[in-house]
């Protein structure tokens, strides 16, 4: 699972949407697909997410929440060494850094903010984390767990021009 920079969870849907599912699917009826991208397209777009900034203070606090995920790591809450067999590898902060890309670009943005990390750290965190026995016995998952450090790793202050 690590490997994969997303886990996306998808839930049943709804009656309507089932029963187009189901009318499309067995009528016999090819789908049409059509080209939306060229492969130049493709790659000029993902050129295009690397030039999104990462400032070096989002770098660390990328590394931060990963390092906190580990029960392990001297810096990682008591609840993560109570709740957590085992964190997240650095492969999860590339995901970060990259999910927080797209985001950003999406939002028409040149830079990764802070809310960016927010958005994509369940989906790529989730599966990198694995809760122990406390963790299930309290009814906690591992999307419970990353939203609690969500809250607890703090995002680090920037610091005040001081002028010449």
Not at 85 to 98: C, E, F, K, M, N
Request: net charge neutral.
């Amino acid at each position: 699972l690590a490997r994969f920079m997303f886990n996306v969870k998808v839930d049943y849907p709804q009656l309507e949407e089932e029963e187009r599912i189901l009318t499309s699917t067995t009528s016999g009826e090819k789908a049409e697909v059509r080209k939306v991208l060229s492969a130049k397209s493709i790659l000029y777009l993902q050129k295009q997410i690397t030039q999104i900034e990462v400032a070096p203070l989002m770098i660390n606090y990328i590394a931060r929440l990963v390092r906190a995920t580990r029960p392990g790591d001297g810096a990682s809450p008591q609840f993560i060494k109570d709740l957590v067999d085992w964190g997240a590898g650095p492969r999860a902060g590339q995901y970060l850094i990259q999910g927080a890309r797209a985001v950003a670009a999406m939002d028409g943005r040149a830079a990764v903010s802070f809310d960016d990390v927010r958005h994509v750290a369940i989906p790529v965190l989730r599966h990198r984390l694995s809760v122990n026995f406390q963790a299930q016995a309290e009814g906690m998952a591992s999307e419970d767990i990353v939203t609690r450090l969500l809250a607890e790793v703090p995002e680090p202050s920037i610091p005040k021009y001081q002028g010449a």
